[in-house]
């Protein structure tokens, strides 16, 4: 049985029905609600990402994200978090970690989503490859995918639901 679920719980514990009330402390002391002790949530951390959307030939390059962190090892629209001026950030870390120099064109979509104690702005850019080579250095991989076949790569929810409004077009 879930005594905690069922019987023990935090706002109505309901003692009269419970099997272990003889040996229960907080039963005895009068403080069965003030049990458990949960300590504080830690306070909510806004944060801003930038995705880029960058298409060649009809196909997008998504980046593997490497195997520790958040989304470890998953597929993503080459992503960097926000300070300041989204289209440099967004411009210099696909330089960065792709060797390639994009313009950063206007926002495709924004969307919100949450992770534990974050609440994250991802705005997906519209980028067109200036000059380069695929290169990757801050990705374990990266390849040109068909938009129509994103949905075969481990994308996280945010990512597939941008490779979901690029498929319809």
């Known amino acids: 049985m879930e005594l905690g679920a069922t019987v023990c719980t935090p ?3 309901a003692c009269n029905r419970c099997p272990l009330r003889a040996d229960c402390l907080a039963h005895e002391a009068g403080e069965q609600t003030g049990f458990p002790q949960l300590p504080p949530r830690p306070a909510r951390e806004e944060q801003s990402t930038a995705a880029a ?17 958040v989304w470890a090892g998953l597929w ?11 289209d440099e950030a967004l411009a210099r870390h696909v330089h960065e ?29 519209g980028c ?21 076949r994103t949905e075969e790569m481990a994308l996280s929810s945010p990512h597939r639901r941008i490779a979901r409004r690029l498929a319809e077009g």
């Open 128 to 148: 067109e490859i200036i000059d380069g080579e695929l290169s990757v250095r801050g990705y374990r991989d990266a390849r040109w995918v068909d938009v129509g």
């Open 97 to 125: 970690t792709l060797g390639l120099r994009v313009r950063v064109d206007p926002v495709l979509m924004r969307l919100t989503h949450g992770i534990m104690h974050r609440h994250i702005t991802l705005s997906a850019y």
């Open 53 to 69: 959307v960058i298409t060649s030939d009809g196909l997008v390059l998504l980046a593997q994200r490497v195997e520790t962190g």
């Open 76 to 86: 993503e629209f080459p992503q960097t978090e926000v300070l300041s001026e989204p």
């Open 11 to 13: 706002t109505g514990p």
